[in-house]
């Protein structure tokens, strides 16, 4: 992340998958490594299964913006039944970067994605999930994708801060630590590029 630039990331999801709260929880770490950071979901009727979107802006300097995030620098598609419903490019920077959860391959995905430009990257975040955690619970891997893509928080520290806020949290439950760190870890090392010809790596 470039110094004083302000990244923002849009998500989109269904209710009930997580989004909003992987929204939250990088703005919490985003924080607790020094960084300025807003996290907010854009408030509609948020029953289980409908799309959803949420927001995180992370800076170096204070944001005194506040506005939703129209022209994002990355985009996280949780689930990706909403390619077909939802224009999730839309405002998106052809320099810009676009992470799905999906089992395919970026290049199969480029066709439902209309004009965008910019790249793609998937990451089969429901199969690893069920991997390391027995369940469908695709936001802690998209969550650890975007890191690793976006550059946003070092990853190293990302790692270390995850480990400790969920050492806390489930102080009683050490499998559950486990299984969400090598989900973590997992989906780090599994995304897949499909970067566009010309562009840089």
């Not at 020094?34 to 800076?59: D, H, L, W």
């Not at 955690?133 to 802690?140: A, E, I, Q, S, V």
Request: hydrophobic share 40%; with cysteine; charged share 25%.
């Amino acid at each position: 992340m470039e110094k004083n630039k302000t990244v923002e990331i849009r998500w989109h999801g269904r209710g009930g998958q997580g989004a909003k709260t992987a929204c939250l929880l990088l703005a919490d770490v985003a924080f607790s490594s020094g960084k300025q950071v807003q996290g907010f979901p854009e408030y509609g009727p948020e029953r289980m299964g409908a799309p959803i979107t949420a927001y995180n802006r992370i800076s170096d300097e204070v944001n005194r913006v506040h506005s939703n995030i129209y022209n994002p620098d990355y985009v996280v598609v949780v689930d990706e039944t909403l390619l077909h419903t939802v224009d999730v490019t839309a405002g998106l920077s052809q320099e810009g970067t676009i992470i799905i959860n999906s089992p395919k391959e970026p290049a199969e995905l480029r066709p439902l994605l209309g004009a965008y430009q910019g790249h793609i990257c998937t990451v089969d975040a429901a199969d690893i999930s069920m991997r390391t955690l027995g369940k469908n619970f695709p936001n802690t891997p998209m969550l650890a994708a975007t890191v690793a893509v976006s550059q946003v928080i070092d990853p190293k520290r990302f790692v270390e801060d995850m480990e400790a806020s969920l050492k806390h949290k489930f102080a009683t439950k050490p499998q559950v630590v486990a299984g969400n760190m090598e989900a973590l870890k997992l989906a780090m090392e599994e995304i897949k590029w499909d970067r566009k010809e010309g562009k840089k790596s």
